[in-house]
């Protein structure tokens, strides 16, 4: 079993930088994934780390601006998201697979609640 807790959310303006952070607890050694749904649209991949080599793969709309990083000590993975746009506008989950890698939502076994974030133009 795995606990997920987002945190970091809230309203910026474009152009701003906002930081999310899911802490972790119970087994860990997962992949993590970040993911995002807006209003009226489906869930949509955004970016995973994997647990070992920390190797990293990313949606193409935010490659070059967000970067997701871990702490495996700490048990947490962060998402750093830089020059926000509106449309980056929607709640973000935290996510574990057992799996190597994966961007698909069907893939993930465990959520977090999400928080969200809100980019004013």
């Known amino acids: 079993q795995v606990q997920l807790v987002e945190s970091g959310g809230g309203l910026v303006q474009a152009g701003d930088s906002l930081r999310l952070s899911c802490a972790a607890s119970?087994?860990?050694?997962?992949?993590m994934g970040w993911f995002r749904q807006a209003p009226g649209k489906e869930r949509e991949f955004v970016a995973t780390?994997?647990?070992?080599?920390?190797?990293?793969y990313y949606a193409d709309s935010v490659k070059g601006r967000f970067t997701i990083s871990r702490e495996n000590a700490k048990n947490t993975v962060h998402l750093q998201m830089n020059r926000l746009k509106p449309e980056d506008t929607a709640v973000y989950y935290c996510?574990?697979?057992?799996?190597?890698?994966?961007?698909?939502?069907?893939?993930?076994?465990?959520w977090g609640q999400g928080t969200q974030v809100t980019v004013s133009s």
């Open positions: 996510a574990s697979t057992a799996r190597m890698w994966s961007s698909r939502v069907s893939e993930y076994d465990y």
């Open positions: 119970g087994r860990t050694s997962y992949t």
């Open positions: 780390i994997t647990w070992n080599d920390r190797t990293t």
